[in-house]
């Protein structure tokens, strides 16, 4: 029961810390595009996370919920076929979820940049990855590969600490305890790679985020949009300055 418990917990202590890194990261691209530069705070990404937290973890923990159901309905019936068929379905079943992957790391830029809702979110993805379906995808594995080659540095010394342990245990008595000292080791190599895997999921998430405005450039031409408003506002300006000085 504890341990279920502290799975429950631990479960919901990473969506909070992943919703915490999505929230940093698309604040802080927010703020560059509106800044048009890296010349914003600390207090002006804060000021935006605050804002879109809680949609964020919300949306995340629902396209949480709805992966795992769909994962259980497909994997249960797969283990009811042959071998044979089990190694046929498996690739589809990683092609799916690497599609669900796009849809919703298109789809919750969408939301925070745009300030619609999930159906919103879901609608835009669905419209700017039509015909962009498969360089999506590739991308989305380029950058999780990137990920995982980096993940990989911080697990090192991870796996290097128990691997000691366990042997330094096995040399002396299999029932004696773990010293101290490399129970902490343990334990801190095991931080390191937790909060290590938590930041360098940025990786997927500013590439991601990149072919979210790629694709709404292609798609809305946003950044022409935006510059035709803007000089419609100049030109606005710049009117009320010569009836200005005419007076």
């Excluded at 207090?43 to 629902?62: E, M, P, Q, S």
């Excluded at 879901?122 to 962009?132: A, C, H, Q, V």
Aim: charged share 15%; hydrophobic share 55%; aromatic share 16%.
């Amino acid at each position: 029961m504890s341990i279920g418990l502290s799975m429950i917990g631990l479960m919901f202590l990473m969506v909070f810390a992943g919703a915490m890194i999505i929230s940093t990261i698309y604040s802080s691209v927010r703020c560059y595009e509106e800044a048009g530069s890296a010349d914003y705070t600390t207090n002006d990404v804060w000021a935006r996370v605050k804002k879109v937290y809680w949609a964020i973890f919300g949306t995340t923990l629902l396209y949480g919920i709805v992966f795992f159901i769909a994962y259980m309905i497909i994997v249960f019936p797969m283990a009811l076929f042959a071998t044979i068929l089990s190694f046929l379905i498996i690739p589809v079943i990683y092609i799916l979820m690497g599609f669900f992957m796009v849809i919703m790391f298109t789809a919750i830029p969408a939301q925070i940049f745009e300030g619609i809702g999930i159906g919103g979110g879901l609608n835009k993805s669905f419209r700017l990855l039509k015909g962009n379906w498969w360089s999506s995808l590739g991308l989305l594995l380029l950058l999780m590969l990137i990920y995982n080659v980096v993940v990989v540095v911080f697990a090192v010394p991870f796996y290097a600490s128990m691997i000691f342990s366990f042997l330094s245990t096995a040399e002396v008595d299999m029932m004696q305890e773990t010293p101290m000292y490399v129970t902490l080791l343990n334990y801190l190599f095991g931080a390191i790679l937790l909060v290590g895997s938590f930041m360098t999921y940025s990786i997927p998430l500013v590439g991601m985020t990149i072919q979210y405005f790629s694709l709404s450039e292609e798609k809305d031409a946003t950044a022409l949009m935006k510059k035709i408003d803007a000089f419609g506002e100049v030109e606005s300006d710049q009117d009320e300055e010569d009836e200005e000085e005419y007076h």
